[in-house]
């Protein structure tokens, strides 16, 4: 299960580098995961100062 950036996004970044692998960049209007990449591991929820990161569903 990967994770999943939601509309409270504030676009900040900080989430990009906590990625072990990789898997989160700019999409055309916040931050996105990719969900091929991520490996779950949660260190991206930790990094978001406005919590918008979460498991998907």
Partial sequence: ?????????????SCESTCPV???SMGDTQYVI???SCI????CEG????GAISPKD
Avoid: K, L, W
Wanted: glycine residues 14%; proline residues 4%.
């Fill in 34 to 36: 990719d969900e091929d």
């Fill in 40 to 43: 779950d591991c949660g260190a």
């Fill in 22 to 24: 990789g898997a989160i």
């Fill in 1 to 13: 299960m990967a994770r999943f950036i939601n509309d409270t996004c504030i676009s900040c970044g």
């Fill in 47 to 50: 990094g978001c100062p406005v």
